[in-house]
Each structure stands twice: as C-alpha cells, then as structure tokens.
C-alpha cells in the first residue's frame, strides 16, 4: 500500500529472490515506513551483545565468584573439584580434578540454553543479529527462509527439555538465596546488601521461568475441557497473565542475574564491602 500521493512502482523482480520473488507485491522500495524501526533491534542486539560479551569474561575467568556467604549464579550450583570451598551452597564436586576450566562452564549451558531457545529471545535475536526480518513490514535480506526446520535452528525445539532444566537451576539460586540470610561466618539470622540483590535476583528469574510459553502448556495443555479441570485452569489463567509480560520479564531477570554476579565480583574481589542491615 502506498503512503504518499504517487502510486507504487510494479517493476517485475528477478524470480527466487526471496521477499522480491514473482508472487510477491512487487514493489521496489525495501519499505515504506518512516518512523526510525532500526533502533528497536539495534537497542536488543546491543544489549544482548552485552550480556554475551559480559557472562563469556565472568564464565571464564574461574575467580571472584564467592563471597561468604554469597555465591555467583553464574558458578552454582559448584560441579568441578576446583571450585572454591563453598560452605553457603551445594558442591557436589561430580567432575574431578581432571576439569581444568572454569566451572561455570559447565552449569551456564542449561540457563543460557534455556534462554536462548526462548520464545521471546529468539525473536529478539533473529531480528537483532539476523534481520529474519529487523521488523514489521520492513523485509528481510536473505533470498530463502527456511524457518526452525534446518539445522541448528531446528535445534530450537528443545526448548521444553531446557525449561526442566531451568527449573532445577532456579531451585537451587532459591537455596542460595535463602543461604545468602547468613553472615560471613555462617550464623543465620544476618542479612546484607547482598540479600536484597539475590531476593531481587531470584523472584524475577521464577518469574520469568515460570511465564515461558512451554510452562503454559504444561499447566494447561490437553485439556479437552478446563470446567473439569478447575486448578489447572486457575494456574493456566496466572501463568498466562504472566506469560503476556515475558518479554519485560526476559530482560528484568537477564539484568538481575548479571547484577547479582557482578555484586558478588565486586565483594570477593574486595573492591567493595557487603553493608549489613543485621
């Protein structure tokens, strides 16, 4: 449709030119809006880059990522031998003293995985990063889409297997955040700075867990009928309240936890001290 008094051009496109082939409008203009589109995806593939570029120094610098009684949620729960003696959380030492990297690489696959196969993320990076398509009625570049049914993005379609794991991740940061209720010589009863940020960090990292799109379909799925099944429509009801605010969630709970991890950085490495309320 045209926006302006001149009609749009219908010059013929070269055919299999993706967006630009023989059954689309042909119009020549690559489109016809106005307003400045571009910044939406340049603002998320910026903030995306990031938090990348962020958690890839804090995954392998293998340093500063305990603080008694605080531990990075980029480093737990603790699975290697070389993980720093760890009385606030669990360290179940599952990999021995042959690992050599950083520890955290070896629990950061299951959030970021999680994250990264996420509805809303993959629609935040395709059009960030891929211009599949940068924005509504602006046309993608590439001559052929092929969607989620090539590798790897068909790999996408773990997501739900992610979300168990998810699930796991945020019960164990809950424990830690519960831990985090101690001072630095384990008496319970304190709390600090610290807490608050892992408080913070925890209720928007559930909320975000439990608003993805695959927990919706769990509580609510294959249900033929939901006036039988009362509860279950009641939490599918929460969870889709919830589930219309995932996007703000997806980034309140990105933020959250980089903050809770640079919080404890800044503590073990001494640059700062925890204040304590009691």
């Not at 993706?18 to 059954?23: D, N």
């Not at 293998?62 to 990075?72: G, R």
């Not at 996420?118 to 570049?141: N, Q």
Request: glycine share 6%; net charge positive.
């Amino acid at each position: 449709m045209a926006t302006g008094t001149e009609p749009p051009t219908t010059e013929p496109h070269p055919p299999g030119a993706g967006v630009r082939s023989a059954t689309r409008a042909a119009i020549t203009a690559p489109h016809l809006r106005t307003d400045r589109w571009w910044l939406a995806p340049a603002t998320t593939a910026f903030g995306l880059l990031a938090f990348i570029v962020y958690s890839t120094w804090r995954a392998f610098a293998n340093a500063d990522y305990y603080a008694a009684p605080y531990v990075s949620p980029f480093y737990s729960p603790c699975l290697a031998e070389n993980c720093e003696p760890m009385k606030a959380g669990p360290n179940w030492e599952i990999f021995g003293s042959w690992w050599g990297l950083s520890p955290a690489i070896l629990i950061l696959i299951f959030p970021l995985g999680f994250r990264l196969t996420c509805y809303y993320y993959r629609k935040a990076y395709y059009r960030g990063f891929w211009a599949s398509p940068p924005a509504c009625a602006v046309a993608e570049p590439h001559r052929k889409y092929t969607g989620e049914t090539r590798f790897p993005l068909i790999l996408q379609n773990v997501h739900r297997y992610f979300f168990y794991a998810a699930i796991l991740v945020a019960g164990i940061l809950t424990y830690d955040t519960v831990l985090a209720f101690r001072d630095e010589d384990y008496e319970w009863g304190h709390m600090g700075l610290g807490t608050l940020v892992f408080l913070l960090n925890i209720v928007l990292i559930w909320a975000y867990t439990i608003s993805c799109h695959s927990c919706r379909h769990i509580v609510g799925g294959q249900l033929k009928h939901f006036s039988k099944h009362p509860v279950r429509y009641r939490m599918w009801r929460w969870v889709g309240r919830l589930n219309a605010r995932h996007m703000a969630l997806a980034w309140a709970s990105l933020v959250s936890v980089a903050l809770a991890d640079f919080y404890v950085y800044l503590v073990a490495s001494g640059a700062f001290d925890d204040p304590r309320f009691f």
